[in-house]
């Protein structure tokens, strides 16, 4: 039977600088023998030592990248400070591909980054797939008076989101997933 796991945050690499991450998912593979192990990343944490170390048990690494304008990464709250994003995810992409690991990229609509071309960028970057979501508000969640954490200045309608998707219809590697398409599609699990 296939069975995949992903491993997300927060930064999964925070904990001992990976080694924690690396780790598990040395087990995933050796141990519970699962199909796909993926790892969801912002990037800025990865050398390529933890590749030499732990890229044999991971199949596919995504980046999660929401602007290629620091700026805007600021707003967001993916800040980079002096590092630049594109060479950053342009070493990944070449350690990805030295050490068999899918490369992918993820990218969040929302009102920040809603009117960007990240054409040149994603082409240039070359992704096996370029997942693009729409913001995804759950109330309790990051909406709404019991939220953890307010999204709401995030969020972008079906038809902002659709105008993104458009503008980026000559990407091969796009993969969209709107709200609908989304929210029965994932079961997320908490260390308990």
Not at 34 to 42: E, Q
Not at 58 to 76: G, H, L, Q, R, Y
Request: net charge negative; aromatic share 12%.
């Amino acid at each position: 039977a296939w069975k995949k796991i992903n491993f997300s945050g927060g930064e999964p690499f925070l904990p001992e600088r990976g080694r924690h991450l690396g780790e598990i998912i040395k087990y995933c593979k050796k141990e519970l023998r699962l199909s796909s192990v993926t790892v969801v990343s912002n990037g800025s944490l990865i050398r390529e030592n933890w590749f030499q170390k732990y890229g044999e048990y991971v199949d596919i690494m995504a980046i999660s990248c929401d602007s290629f304008n620091e700026d805007t990464n600021k707003v967001i709250g993916r800040g980079q400070g002096n590092k630049n994003h594109v060479e950053q995810l342009l070493k990944i992409r070449d350690w990805c591909t030295k050490y068999s690991i899918l490369f992918k990229i993820n990218t969040v609509v929302n009102t920040y980054n809603q009117d960007e071309d990240m054409t040149w960028e994603i082409n240039t970057l070359a992704p096996i797939r370029w997942k693009v979501f729409q913001c995804l508000l759950l109330e309790g969640e990051n909406a709404g008076p019991d939220a953890l954490r307010n999204a709401e200045r995030f969020y972008v309608s079906e038809e902002i989101f659709n105008e993104f998707l458009d503008r980026h219809k000559d990407v091969k590697s796009l993969v969209p997933e709107s709200n609908t398409k989304m929210q029965n599609s994932y079961l997320i699990l908490d260390e308990y």
